[in-house]
């Protein structure tokens, strides 16, 4: 078996990300094409992943400061709070988790190095556990989906084509969905 290395350095940080080549560890995006013919990994690349990623958690600080939990609920604020086990992670671990699982859903390797220098593990993310005790709203996750990610896509250089047909159809799936909302 061959392995797959990944390394580029984004913002003076390094971002290694290391997986096997075998494809029983592909996630539920890797086979969705975007307008390059290609997946979004393959398409986009780490970097884009990990800006992406960043720009996500600057409009979820941005969304609580005007709106506080109003949109999206306190599941965000709860983050390293230990209050229920989905919260234990602090705000830095959350977003490498985050980020190794957006990596791995979306075709790309199943654990990297993120940001902070630790490896994070996309492949064995547990979406109901991370979400258990959240109470997490379907409209909360709608809200979360179009007014955080989608323009997080779009500021990054995703196309709306592609964010359509490349990136929602993962996270817009009823059993994916139903694996985080009323958990």
Do not use: R, W
């Not at 080549?21 to 307008?35: E, F, H, Q, T, V």
């Not at 705000?91 to 490498?96: D, K, R």
């Not at 997490?136 to 007014?147: E, G, R, V």
Request: some cysteine; proline content about 3%; aromatic content about 10%.
């Amino acid at each position: 078996m061959s392995s797959k290395t990944i390394g580029l350095v984004f913002a003076g940080i390094s971002l290694v990300a290391c997986s096997s080549s075998n494809n029983s560890d592909k996630g539920p995006g890797a086979d969705l094409k975007c307008s390059s013919g290609k997946n979004a990994f393959d398409t986009y690349g780490a970097a884009a992943f990990v800006k992406v990623n960043e720009s996500i958690f600057a409009n979820v600080d941005a969304e609580i400061t005007a709106n506080g939990a109003t949109n999206l609920g306190s599941a965000f604020q709860q983050a390293g709070t230990g209050n229920l086990p989905a919260t234990k992670d602090d705000a830095g671990t959350f977003a490498g988790k985050l980020a190794a699982f957006l990596v791995f859903a979306y075709g790309g390797p199943t654990s990297i190095q993120y940001t902070d220098g630790m490896t994070y593990v996309g492949n064995d993310q547990d979406m109901v556990t991370a979400h258990t005790g959240l109470k997490i709203t379907a409209d909360q996750y709608t809200y979360f989906i179009s007014n955080i990610v989608v323009p997080a896509l779009g500021s990054n250089g995703v196309g709306s084509d592609d964010i359509t047909n490349c990136f929602a159809p993962v996270v817009t799936g009823a059993e994916f969905e139903d694996s985080i909302v009323g958990q």
